[in-house]
């Protein structure tokens, strides 16, 4: 087996366990990590047995594949570095800031026949890929994620931060184009969109109804699907997948029976899988399951909805809210 020498270019919060990752994995070798604060990198290194960059271009004809954990605004440059330098590339969600980034991107690593796998880490979750199985024709999905409050990921606003998560799992199950969104949302704690609500059409008459908060005293990641005949409920956080489908038995009350399954799955390491998957389609050049055009997709619904938001609200007391919020 081909032994896959791999990078990090990023370690805070996130990247610091990409790092870890690559370094408890059979048929990888951390070679380095690199981090513009020295501290940082040298204690990541010490920690993962490998080097320390504080310049990532140093760390590039080192190694065969990187993770970029940088701030989103800094990724399309990182990832044009490591595409010249012909590294492959695990890129942390969202893809990039704009289309045109993220258009760039797909379209040098195509030329160069370069891995582009981004990180939307739901996707791994047991839970989301065991339902798969049970899917059928969704008309209609309701997707809550609703989190505490965090100090981090707020440079992006939650529709970025949060709710692409969900997008990119419904862009990924329902197979139509979309047709039309209706947004609510508003900026609470930060000066940029903390609570969102998203209404996604599509041309075949699906309809997804998402929302979004960073701002709740709770925890909360679920979705549910409805098809014809049958009804699935997906808690991400338990990794719980619920399934509900009717039968021709009548019920007393007149309605059809309920042949109700409840699968649970053990608590897995959904960034350890992703990484994995990372890799093997390094290793055999294959396209990953969240390629760069998934995450374009994602991006772009991402970015209309955020769009729309900033049309439906009343500019000047957006302007005000958000001038009293810089002031704290």
């Not at 800094?74 to 289309?99: M, N, R």
């Not at 981090?152 to 998560?165: E, K, P, Q, T």
Request: hydrophobic share 45%; glycine share 6%; charged share 25%.
């Amino acid at each position: 087996m081909k032994i896959i020498k791999a990078g990090v270019i990023g370690v805070g919060y996130l990247g610091k366990f990409h790092a870890q990752k690559y370094a408890g994995m059979d048929g990888v070798e951390l070679v380095g990590v690199a981090d513009v604060d020295p501290v940082l990198a040298g204690k990541v290194a010490a920690d993962c047995a490998c080097a320390a960059f504080t310049d990532y271009r140093d760390l590039l004809s080192k190694v065969d594949a990187v993770s970029i954990v940088v701030p989103t605004s800094y990724h399309h440059q990182v990832a044009l570095d490591c595409i010249a330098a012909g590294v492959d590339i695990l890129l942390e969600k969202p893809i990039t800031t704009t289309l045109a980034e993220a258009d760039d991107l797909i379209q040098r690593t195509d030329a160069k026949n370069l891995i582009l796998q981004v990180g939307h880490l739901e996707r791994f979750n047991p839970a989301v890929q065991a339902m798969e199985k049970f899917l059928t024709v969704p008309v209609f999905i309701e997707s809550s994620r609703i989190s505490t409050f965090k100090n981090r990921g707020v440079d992006v606003d939650v529709v970025l931060d949060l709710m692409i998560h969900d997008i990119d799992i419904i862009l990924s199950i329902v197979h139509s184009p979309l047709k039309s969104i209706q947004t609510v949302g508003a900026p609470v704690v930060t000066d940029t969109t903390d609570i969102a609500n998203a209404r996604l059409v599509f041309e075949n008459g699906a309809t997804a109804n998402v929302t979004a908060s960073r701002i709740a005293r709770n925890n909360i990641r679920k979705m549910r699907i409805f098809q014809p005949g049958s009804y699935i409920n997906v808690d991400f956080a338990s990794r719980k997948v619920m399934t509900i489908n009717l039968t021709d038995e009548i019920q007393a009350n007149g309605a059809p029976g309920q042949d109700i399954e409840v699968a649970s799955f053990p608590a897995s390491d959904a960034l350890k899988d992703e990484i994995a998957h990372f890799v093997e389609s390094v290793r055999s050049r294959t396209e990953p399951l969240v390629s760069g055009r998934a995450g374009r997709r994602a991006l772009e619904v991402a970015l209309q909805v955020m769009e729309q938001i900033r049309q439906n609200q009343d500019l000047e007391v957006y302007r005000q809210v958000t001038a009293a919020l810089k002031k704290r």
